[in-house]
């Protein structure tokens, strides 16, 4: 899959396809009058759908956060109805909701939870709620939640505007102590935060 944003915010979503050259001489190499002796492969992009949701609910820079590894799903809200879904990429359907307990929807400030929020894997994602639990979840199993961790030394106020997981504010070289958190509570993530088999 392929996504195009434009500069007057359309989100184009593209499918890849593969076409098998049936003499062999593809592109540069027919122009330089070079041959393969294997069949060659060449890569064509077509246009799947117009993303209406990613325009309306998205357009920052970090949009491609909020989609799972493989571009099959992707996290979206619905104003509306004060909910985080989870949408398929190529038809854009509901596939579920999010339950209010792991990502509380708050009307000042929709885009919030996003913030903290991260995909792991295809079909797992880890949120973090206000008071620095952070949540390992199961779509597949209807949001179970597969590990915790307490974030030690979590500040609500210092990290409200930035995403947690990829975007945290940068530290001086001289605040050492700081420093030493961030490492402790990513120590602690990598410890607890992974997937039960």
Sequence with gaps: MLIEWLSHNRVLLYEKQEIKSSNGIMGNQEEAGLANTNPSIRIKWKLVRRMEHLRKNYGRIDFLEHVSPDFSLYIDVDLAAEKYLIRAMATEEILHKIPNYLMRYDKKDPAAS???????GNDMFKVLNNAGMEKLVDIGTEFKQQQFNQTSNYDED???????????A?????????RLIRKTQAYKSAKFMFPVE
């Design 158 to 168: 210092v990290e409200k505007y930035r995403n947690f997981f990829t975007n945290r």
């Design 114 to 120: 996003f913030l903290k929020f991260k995909w792991v």
């Design 170 to 178: 940068p530290l001086k070289t001289t605040e050492v102590l700081k």
